[in-house]
């Protein structure tokens, strides 16, 4: 005999489905909604629902657009350099980098990155997409700013071999220590990455 009613458990078990909500993250909110004015349910509920079928992929860069429109915000943009290409691995990322105001390039989304385990291959990225885009566009710089773990390093790499032929000039992001931190506390691969990438002063 269920202790619980159906209701209840299909919420929690549904929510327990998100990154990082555990069981007991997954009742708490239940049990929120339970508690709170039906308003809120019906927003989150009217939210899900249209999350999916109001959002499409910018047709240029594949990141995050609204479905109304056919490209994204960026790309769209007339003031944005076109020489200048940050390949990232999600949208999140675009999200993280126009937060810093600092780059005012384009932007190419891979929507995730190569991983034997997962059976994920360059096929399975926008890799073609961004090979199409550099005959038409005219891009002097990529930079790969794909994660510094193993998967992002393999997938910059990859695509270094792929763009290497194109003339075209190729970063990738500096990886060092983060601000505010202490030198002794930093561990031994990032302590190498950022005395390898030292800048002039
Ligand atoms: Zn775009």
């Known amino acids: ?9 299909n919420l929690s078990t549904a929510l327990e489905r998100l990154p990082g909500i555990g069981p007991k993250s997954a009742s708490r909110l239940t049990f929120f ?14 939210a899900l629902l249209v999350l999916k079928s109001s959002t499409a992929l910018c047709k240029t860069c594949f990141n995050i657009t609204s479905s109304s429109q056919e490209i994204c915000d960026v790309c769209a943009n007339p003031k944005r350099a076109t020489g200048c290409i940050c390949v990232v691995e999600e949208p999140l990322d675009v999200i993280a980098i126009e937060s810093t105001a600092a780059f005012n390039g384009r ?18 990225l926008r890799i073609r997409e961004l090979l199409e885009r550099l005959r038409t566009e ?8 794909t994660n510094p773990s ?9 695509l270094k071999q792929q763009l290497s032929q194109l003339g075209i000039h190729i970063t990738r992001l500096a990886r060092g220590l983060p601000a505010g ?21």
Request: aromatic letters at 4%.
């Open 150 to 158: 193993m998967e992002g390093d393999a997938t910059a790499l990859y």
């Open 33 to 46: 909604l339970l508690r709170s004015p039906e308003e809120i349910s019906r927003q989150l509920a009217d």
């Open 138 to 145: 005219p891009v002097t710089e990529i930079i790969l700013a």
């Open 1 to 9: 005999m269920p202790i619980l009613p159906a209701p209840i458990t």
């Open 107 to 124: 932007y190419h989304v891979l929507n995730g990155v190569l991983s034997p385990i997962e059976g994920i291959g360059p096929e399975h």
């Open 181 to 201: 931190g202490d030198l002794e506390y930093a561990d031994q691969i990032t302590l190498l990455r950022a005395l390898s990438g030292r800048q002039e002063m």
